[in-house]
Each structure stands twice: as structure tokens, then as C-alpha cells.
């Protein structure tokens, strides 16, 4: 089955330590984006990437940092100097970024994070 | 610039009733329009989507057309079910995704 896979599913960590949130797609998908989720909050876009090698900063990017070494796998990792980490990630793609209009984004299965 | 409002929650409903989310956007030219639903704890799975204007998506009882006089893509449902409490997503696409705040339903026995 394509899709994509988030893992872990959950994540502790002690303040002050970097963590890193993985993300796989099997989609054959171009475009790759990472979002925070706060409880009963929307979804806030930290990072976005539409082709390997390339990726653009969102709304919240301070504290994040992400790379898109192979088409599939686009981790975040969450640095020391994001000052809030706790939070649900979520990981999406799209066939194309944006070159187009008409395509949706498949989600993954969420990382909960919580900093200690 | 384009954004997508959508209706505060949460929304109670009984079981049978019927159900409006109300999504109205802001967007120049012609943007795809879509409805996502959250179950707790999960991601975001897609419902339905539209991708000209007058087009109706529908997908497990749930519909939403594409107004583009209205500026809206309201979603129904006609007769709720409590496995139908979840948080429901509008969002746009024009070349750069744009979701609402969400809208969490509430559907009692």
C-alpha cells in the first residue's frame, strides 16, 4: 500500500536535546511538508520541500530544521532552540508543489512530541 | 492574499440530524477546494474535493459544492453518526495550500 509512514508515533525528549521526526513516502510524490498541530489549533506550516535537495522555510521554521536528501524521506528535526516543542508534527505530500493547483496533500500518521 | 474561514466549533448534533460546516475562501483565479477529517490522534485524511466551480465532491454521505459566486464550499452531511465526531479541515490549493482552522463536530446518541 502507498502511503506515508511517521515514526515514532510517540516522542519524549528532555529539554535541550535535539530530536529528529522521521518521514517516508512511497507516493512517488515531488512535494513534501511538515506541519505543527497545537491542541485544538489548526495546522501551522514549518518547512516545505518540492524537489530533492531544495526546500523552502513556512510560517514557524525558527527552531526547525529539515533536509531532502532522497525523493522519499524528508525528516524534521527539532532543535534546542525551539522554545515550545511540544506539539503534534505532521507530515504531508503532494504529486507537485507548487506547480499546481489541483492536487491534494496525503497525510501521514502524526508524531506526538512532548519535551520534558 | 487567499485564506480559507471556516466556521468555529464545536458543533453538537444528535445522531440523524443533519449537518452544515460552513467554508467560505478568499482567492484570486481558480483554486481547487478540498475538506479533510481528523480523527483524534490521527492525521488528516482526505473527504472530498472540487476543482472548478460548480463541481460537487462527495464521499461517504458527506457533499460540498464548489460556489464560486458564494465564494463557499460548505459541507453536509444529512443524517450524522457518533463515528462521525471528528475535526472537519477546509483548505485551498492555488499552487500553495491553505487550510482553515478546523471545526470540531460533536455527535451525541
Known amino acids: 500500500d502507498g502511503g506515508i509512514t511517521q515514526s515514532p508515533k510517540y516522542l519524549f525528549r528532555k529539554e535541550g536535546q535535539n530530536v529528529t521526526l522521521s518521514c517516508e513516502q512511497n507516493?512517488?510524490?515531488?512535494?513534501m511538508y511538515w506541519y505543527r498541530q497545537d491542541p485544538g489549533q489548526g495546522l501551522r506550516l514549518i518547512y516545505y520541500?518540492?524537489?530533492?535537495?531544495?526546500?523552502q522555510k513556512g510560517d514557524i521554521a525558527e527552531g526547525y530544521s529539515v533536509s531532502r536528501e532522497k525523493k522519499e524521506s524528508f525528516p524534521l528535526t527539532v532543535t534546542s532552540a525551539q522554545k515550545n516543542p511540544t506539539a503534534f508534527y505532521l507530515c504531508?505530500?503532494?504529486?507537485?508543489?507548487?506547480?499546481?493547483?489541483?492536487?491534494?496533500?496525503?497525510f501521514g500518521p502524526g508524531t506526538r512530541l512532548t519535551v520534558l | 492574499g487567499d485564506s480559507v474561514t471556516q466556521m468555529e466549533g464545536p458543533v453538537t448534533l444528535s445522531e440523524e440530524a443533519f449537518l452544515t460546516i460552513n467554508c467560505t475562501y478568499t482567492?484570486?483565479?481558480?483554486?481547487?477546494l478540498f475538506w479533510y477529517v481528523q480523527y483524534p490522534g490521527e492525521g488528516l485524511q482526505l473527504l472530498l474535493k472540487a476543482t472548478k466551480a460548480d463541481d460537487k465532491g462527495s464521499n461517504k454521505g458527506f457533499e460540498a459544492t464548489y460556489r464560486k459566486e458564494t465564494t463557499s464550499f460548505h459541507l453536509e452531511k444529512g443524517s450524522v453518526q457518533v463515528s462521525d465526531s471528528a475535526v472537519y479541515f477546509c483548505?485551498?490549493?492555488?499552487?500553495?495550500?491553505?487550510f482553515g482552522s478546523g471545526t470540531k463536530l460533536n455527535v451525541k446518541p
Open positions: 483548505a485551498l490549493n492555488r499552487y500553495k495550500f491553505y
Open positions: 504531508a505530500s503532494s504529486i507537485a508543489g507548487d506547480t499546481s493547483s489541483y492536487n491534494e496533500q496525503f
Open positions: 482567492a484570486t483565479g481558480y483554486p481547487s
Open positions: 507516493l512517488n510524490h515531488d512535494a
Open positions: 520541500s518540492q524537489i530533492v535537495n531544495d526546500f
